[in-house]
């Protein structure tokens, strides 16, 4: 489980990583447009919720009980879903700031992808 965990924050702060500088990147563009805005939130909750995942998997204490460290990965887990949402939504905005038809397929990509996520690959994994 030890293993699995060093993944997670892995996988967690290399996706703070991307968050982050497509943050930088979206801020820096010189454009009106009001998806802007929403493209900044999202990805600072992308940002914030993989940082925050990174830390608390690296942080984790194996010395507690199984209770305490399933309840603390599982807490994390979520965190780490917020995450990816965050991102994909990002991802499926992003074409609004080229023109309409890149937006309308970059919605869709992002609805698909996110449906893939939840559905597709995690819905065995996670304790609602």
Do not use: C
């Not at 995450?83 to 991802?91: F, H, Q, T, Y």
């Amino acid at each position: 489980m030890e293993e699995s965990i060093k993944q997670l924050a892995l996988i967690s702060s290399v996706l703070g990583g991307f968050s982050f500088t497509f943050l930088s990147a979206i801020i820096t563009k010189d454009t009106e447009k009001g998806i802007k805005y929403w493209l900044i939130i999202t990805l600072t909750i992308a940002s914030i919720s993989f940082l925050l995942g990174a830390v608390g998997w690296t942080l984790m204490d194996f010395n507690q009980g199984m209770a305490a460290l399933n309840s603390h990965h599982q807490m994390l887990v979520k965190v780490l879903i917020f995450g990816l949402i965050s991102i994909l939504a990002s991802i499926g905005l992003i074409g609004w700031l080229n023109d309409r038809k890149t937006g309308i397929t970059t919605s869709i990509l992002g609805v698909l992808a996110l449906l893939f996520l939840l559905f597709g690959i995690l819905s065995r994994y996670i304790e609602l």
